[in-house]
Structures are given as structure tokens and as C-alpha cells.
T-cell receptor, first 112, second 114 residues
Framework: GDSVTQMEGPVTLSEEAFLTINCTYTATGYPSLFWYVQYPGEGLQLLLKATKADDKGSNKGFEATYRKETTSFHLEKGSVQVSDSAVYFCALTTGANSKLTFGKGITLSVRP | DAGVTQSPTHLIKTRGQQVTLRCSPISGHKSVSWYQQVLGQGPQFIFQYYEKEERGRGNFPDRFSARQFPNYSSELNVNALLLGDSALYLC?????????????FGSGTRLTVV
């Protein structure tokens, strides 16, 4: 079945540091890939998405590239802010079965 | 425009009781999905409804049921509550049932079973 593996956390960074959060996946067919963010006490917000190989999703300074050859969708940001502190989830869906399959999530804390 | 709205935001139930959670999708969205998020884990798929028909069911016991109404709102019912049902229940809506463009999530209902 489909699965998403995220790097173990939590991650603590200083403000303006570079961020990479790793995500790899296993899926039948050609999945669409997503990053969702969850701020404390809130639901999930779509951060970015990519629907086919080599697509780059971007939003709010975050980027992720759909790498079919390595089945990866790593999230990056060049300079994190305190306001980026949240839980980040990598997820996928395939067209035939459109449920979202999530990774376990990783908590990011950014220190001033 | 209103986003996905869920009610109630919090509730506490006793083991063995029944609970009904409600979700109103974004206007124009015809698909509603339900997810269970246990503390410290990623959300797990429970159900998807599209145009009032069940399109998918996750690996949850028959105590969990759902339905979608003509106005596309949805209810999730859980019978015979167990302590392990304590979780954040998330509703997500999308325009179509097979969406490659992401879902919009509500803020969730925090269910505590004591």
C-alpha cells in the first residue's frame, strides 16, 4: 500500500537558518504530493503541492521538488522564522483512490 | 468565504457513549473526507463521501459511520466509544471526489473519551 516516511524529529533551528525536512514515499501509480502545516491547536493547512515528476511546489518561501527517481519530496526553506514553528506533514494521494496518506509529521521549533 | 467548519470544537464523552461530529464544506465543494489524528501521529483516513455516496473507507471498525446530506454537509458518528477513540477528528473538503489538488481542512473536533 501507499506510505510516506518522514525524517525523525523534532527539529530545532535558530532564526534565519536553512531548513530541510526529508520525505520519501511509496505509491502505486503516479501520486500527487503535498506538504501540510499544522500550527498549535489548529487543523491542517496546505503549504504546497506538486502533481507530477519534476514539478516544484512553492509557497511562503518554502519549496519542494517532486523527484520520481528518488521517490522524494523534501521540504526546504532558505531562512526560517519563529513564525514557522509548527508541525509539518508530508502526504500523497493517487487519483484512483483519492484519500490522503500522511507521514507521521515533524515538529519544527525556531528560536529567536 | 467561509472555510470548512466543524462542530463542536471540543467535547468530552464517557466510554460506551455515542458521538456525532458535524462538518460543513466550502461552498461548491462536493466531497467531504474524515480523518482521525491521534496525538503525535499523522491523520488517518476514515471516510470519503462524494455527491452523497461513500467513495472510500479506511481501516476503522464498524462503530464508525458517516453520511453526507443533500447540501454536502456531513456527519461522522462513533458508537460505543473507547478510550482509544480520543483524538482530533478532521474534516476535509474538495471540489471533486478524486482530487489531485489538495483538500481544505477544518480546524477539527477534539474528542476526549473518559
Amino acid at each position: 500500500g501507499d506510505s510516506v516516511t518522514q525524517m525523525e524529529g523534532p527539529v530545532t533551528l535558530s532564526e534565519e537558518a536553512f531548513l530541510t525536512i526529508n520525505c520519501t514515499y511509496t505509491a502505486t501509480g503516479y501520486p500527487s504530493l503535498f506538504w501540510y502545516v499544522q500550527y498549535p491547536g489548529e487543523g491542517l493547512q496546505l503549504l504546497l503541492k506538486a502533481t507530477k515528476a519534476d514539478d516544484k511546489g512553492s509557497n511562503k518561501g518554502f519549496e519542494a521538488t517532486y523527484r520520481k527517481e528518488t521517490t522524494s519530496f523534501h521540504l526546504e526553506k532558505g531562512s526560517v522564522q519563529v513564525s514557522d514553528s509548527a508541525v509539518y506533514f508530508c502526504a500523497l494521494t493517487t487519483g484512483a483512490n483519492s484519500k490522503l496518506t500522511f507521514g507521521k509529521g515533524i515538529t519544527l521549533s525556531v528560536r529567536p | 468565504d467561509a472555510g470548512v467548519t466543524q462542530s463542536p470544537t471540543h467535547l468530552i464523552k464517557t466510554r460506551g457513549q455515542q458521538v456525532t461530529l458535524r462538518c460543513s464544506p466550502i461552498s461548491g465543494h462536493k466531497s467531504v473526507s474524515w480523518y482521525q489524528q491521534v496525538l503525535g501521529q499523522g491523520p488517518q483516513f476514515i471516510f470519503q463521501y462524494y455527491e452523497k455516496e461513500e467513495r472510500g473507507r479506511g481501516n476503522f471498525p464498524d462503530r464508525f459511520s458517516a453520511r453526507q446530506f443533500p447540501n454536502y454537509s456531513s456527519e461522522l458518528n462513533v458508537n460505543a466509544l473507547l478510550l482509544g477513540d480520543s483524538a482530533l477528528y478532521l474534516c476535509a473538503s474538495s471540489w471533486t471526489g478524486g482530487s489531485n489538488y489538495g483538500y481544505t481542512f477544518g480546524s477539527g473536533t477534539r474528542l476526549t473519551v473518559v
